[in-house]
């Protein structure tokens, strides 16, 4: 960061802290009932130009201060929506909704403040490179947000904003979303200082390599075209675990499956939590006798579904595992795989889950919460799996594709999906419930999500929401068909090829990531050894 011509009015302060927080909130889609926005694919490249302005040449503290602001404001405009989640479904206090959306927004600024400090610190020993430390200081405050544990809130990340470029959704084939979002803020950097030509030609370039990255040789489709269908129950949050409506919901979906079979395809798919009851996998049936009747009601229909139709089924249930030398078992957010022949083949457990909505972390200081999703506060937390391996007994699509189970959050990891890919899948499906979301932009906010995470990895996505956005997800991370949010349905869809050879991105992962650390490493030591030189 050049130190000479840093300093800014009170007014221009506010200018660009205000310019900042617009920006960024607008790279991320935004709807609010039947309105809707998407301005990322220009806003995305304009976001950091403020920032940049704000911190040029200020000392690590007061680039600390300004950041934290300005992205707090910021962040707050994208996550909006945590205030429906928490007191529509969550049925916290108006002050908790409030509380919980900004203290969300406050952690993601001051992961952004941190690192945007190291970098005014590191800025007067990187010469040449300064302009690049601000970008590489993002990615790394976007990594620390996307480690897998308690801490975890990887979501806006600026490289969601190419969901709807098609050119450099190409270009995430070969440096994943941390490219993009560095891309975007180096665009933002440049803009600011004035470097016109240097920003037009990084968008050019971006997307000229982006174009040829675009998916080109794919594998040959299944003779015949291989179908899946996918159950759209919308079933309402506040309706989901209401033992009342278990019957009634249930039917819903099963009088969508029938109507589906009438042509049946070769897979049929439920979303997250489709199933309102533990599902028993038949070797654990005699630990829980007292789950019998449940087990009449909700499992065996579905094995009779699969078996009279001869069509295998992807549904998502809620999983036991007895613990010995405990009275309770385990309790998991899992999918099943139910095969016409032999029933349920396996159960994948959801390896990451969602504070607040799976589990409460701290429930000695958070026990008057609840967990939002899982309907299961009053039972206990949910327990994670540990497996992301590609899912057996999906017919002939999961012998063609070994597709990856990836149960609603998880697709917002691109560690964990990159691992999953690498196991082998060629196909990525995402049963998710995104009720709990409301009208909001949090469902199209998750959507963008998927498609990058298919355009990472040149693979198609089914992605089957209890609520929608269900989607069918190509190879290149275009949405080819989706549904409506809040309405009772079905997609029906012809399953695309992917991409004949695995992406640079699979093989090689977030290098964009690793050369920004490296750089700030760089910096860091070329300031240590100066300050010791003097």
Same mark, same amino acid.
């Given at each position: 960061?050049?130190?000479?011509?840093?300093?800014?009015?009170?007014?221009?302060?506010?200018?660009?802290?205000?310019?900042?927080?617009?920006?960024?909130? *607008?790279?991320?889609?935004?709807?609010?009932? +039947?309105?809707?926005?998407?301005?990322?694919?220009?806003?995305?490249?304009?976001? %950091?130009?403020?920032?940049?302005?704000?911190?040029?040449?200020?000392?690590?503290?007061?680039?600390?201060?300004?950041?934290?602001?300005?992205?707090?404001?910021?962040?707050?405009?994208?996550?909006?929506?945590?205030?429906?989640?928490?007191?529509?479904?969550?049925? !916290?206090?108006?002050?908790?909704?409030?509380?919980?959306?900004?203290?969300?927004?406050?952690?993601?600024?001051?992961?952004?403040?941190?690192?945007? *400090?190291?970098?005014?610190?590191?800025?007067?020993?990187?010469?040449?490179?300064?302009?690049?430390?601000?970008?590489? %200081?993002?990615?790394?405050? +976007?990594?620390?947000?996307?480690?897998?544990?308690?801490?975890?809130?990887?979501?806006?990340?600026?490289?969601?904003?190419?969901?709807?470029?098609?050119?450099l959704r190409g270009l995430a084939s070969l440096c994943g979303v941390y490219g993009l979002s560095f891309a975007y803020a180096l665009g933002g950097v440049w803009l600011a200082e004035r470097r016109w030509l240097l920003a037009l030609a990084l968008v050019a370039v971006t997307h000229a390599l982006g174009w040829l990255s675009l998916p080109g040789a794919l594998e040959p489709p299944l003779t015949p075209p291989a179908h899946a269908a996918m159950v759209q129950g919308n079933i309402l949050q506040n309706l989901k675990?209401?033992?009342?409506?278990?019957?009634?919901?249930? =039917?819903?979906?099963?009088?969508?499956?029938?109507?589906?079979?009438?042509?049946?395809?070769?897979?049929?798919?439920?979303?997250?939590?489709?199933?309102?009851?533990?599902?028993?996998?038949?070797?654990?049936?005699?630990?829980?006798?007292?789950?019998? =009747?449940?087990?009449?009601?909700?499992?065996?229909?579905?094995?009779?579904?699969?078996?009279?139709?001869?069509?295998?089924?992807?549904?998502?249930?809620?999983?036991?595992?007895?613990?010995?030398?405990?009275?309770?078992? %385990?309790?998991?957010?899992?999918?099943?795989?139910?095969?016409?022949?032999?029933?349920?083949?396996?159960?994948?457990?959801?390896?990451?889950?969602?504070?607040?909505?799976?589990?409460?972390?701290?429930?000695?200081?958070?026990?008057?919460?609840?967990?939002?999703?899982?309907?299961?506060?009053?039972?206990?937390?949910?327990?994670?799996? +540990?497996?992301?391996?590609?899912?057996?007994?999906?017919?002939?699509?999961?012998?063609?594709?070994?597709?990856?189970?990836?149960?609603?959050?998880?697709?917002?990891?691109?560690?964990?999906?990159?691992?999953?890919?690498r196991e082998g899948a060629r196909l990525l499906i995402n049963p998710t419930n995104d009720a709990w979301y409301g009208k909001s932009s949090a469902p199209h906010q998750f959507l963008a999500i998927a498609q990058l995470r298919s355009a990472e990895h040149g693979l198609p996505m089914l992605? +089957?929401?209890?609520?929608?956005?269900?989607?069918?997800?190509? !190879?290149?991370? *275009?949405?080819?068909?989706?549904?409506?949010?809040?309405?009772?349905?079905?997609?029906?869809?012809?399953?695309?090829?992917?991409? !004949?050879?695995?992406?640079?991105?699979?093989?090689?992962?977030?290098?964009?990531?690793?050369?920004?650390?490296?750089?700030?490493?760089?910096?860091?030591?070329?300031?240590?050894?100066?300050?010791?030189?003097?």
């Amino acid at each position: 960061m050049n130190r000479e011509g840093g300093g800014v009015t009170r007014g221009q302060r506010a200018l660009y802290t205000a310019a900042f927080a617009l920006l960024f909130a *607008a790279s991320f889609e935004f709807r609010a009932g +039947d309105f809707r926005f998407d301005v990322g694919a220009v806003a995305a490249w304009l976001a %950091a130009a403020p920032l940049w302005l704000l911190v040029r040449g200020q000392t690590p503290g007061v680039a600390f201060r300004r950041t934290l602001l300005a992205a707090w404001l910021g962040y707050a405009g994208v996550f909006w929506w945590l205030y429906v989640v928490i007191t529509v479904y969550g049925r !916290a206090p108006a002050f908790a909704g409030v509380g919980g959306m900004l203290g969300v927004a406050a952690y993601c600024a001051l992961c952004l403040a941190t690192l945007a *400090a190291l970098a005014a610190a590191l800025a007067p020993a990187a010469g040449r490179f300064a302009l690049l430390l601000l970008p590489a %200081a993002w990615i790394l405050a +976007d990594r620390v947000r996307a480690l897998e544990s308690l801490a975890a809130f990887p979501w806006a990340f600026l490289g969601y904003a190419a969901h709807a470029d098609a050119p450099l959704r190409g270009l995430a084939s070969l440096c994943g979303v941390y490219g993009l979002s560095f891309a975007y803020a180096l665009g933002g950097v440049w803009l600011a200082e004035r470097r016109w030509l240097l920003a037009l030609a990084l968008v050019a370039v971006t997307h000229a390599l982006g174009w040829l990255s675009l998916p080109g040789a794919l594998e040959p489709p299944l003779t015949p075209p291989a179908h899946a269908a996918m159950v759209q129950g919308n079933i309402l949050q506040n309706l989901k675990w209401d033992p009342a409506y278990e019957e009634q919901n249930f =039917q819903a979906q099963l009088e969508l499956s029938r109507a589906l079979l009438s042509d049946p395809p070769d897979l049929l798919i439920w979303p997250e939590a489709a199933v309102p009851a533990f599902v028993l996998t038949p070797e654990l049936e005699s630990h829980f006798p007292t789950l019998e =009747q449940s087990q009449r009601e909700f499992r065996d229909p579905l094995l009779q579904l699969s078996q009279e139709h001869g069509v295998p089924l992807l549904v998502g249930a809620l999983g036991l595992t007895p613990l010995p030398g405990h009275s309770m078992p %385990a309790f998991h957010n899992s999918v099943l795989s139910i095969s016409p022949r032999t029933g349920i083949v396996a159960r994948r457990d959801k390896a990451v889950l969602v504070p607040f909505g799976e589990y409460v972390p701290l429930r000695s200081v958070f026990s008057s919460l609840q967990g939002v999703a899982s309907g299961l506060a009053e039972v206990g937390d949910l327990t994670p799996g +540990d497996s992301v391996a590609p899912m057996p007994g999906l017919g002939r699509i999961g012998d063609a594709y070994a597709p990856a189970v990836l149960i609603c959050y998880e697709v917002v990891y691109p560690s964990l999906v990159r691992r999953a890919v690498r196991e082998g899948a060629r196909l990525l499906i995402n049963p998710t419930n995104d009720a709990w979301y409301g009208k909001s932009s949090a469902p199209h906010q998750f959507l963008a999500i998927a498609q990058l995470r298919s355009a990472e990895h040149g693979l198609p996505m089914l992605r +089957d929401a209890n609520t929608g956005v269900s989607a069918l997800i190509d !190879a290149s991370g *275009a949405v080819v068909r989706e549904t409506p949010i809040f309405e009772r349905g079905a997609l029906s869809v012809e399953v695309p090829p992917p991409r !004949a050879h695995a992406t640079p991105y699979t093989r090689v992962g977030d290098w964009p990531l690793w050369a920004g650390t490296a750089l700030l490493l760089a910096s860091g030591g070329r300031a240590v050894v100066g300050r010791r030189r003097r």
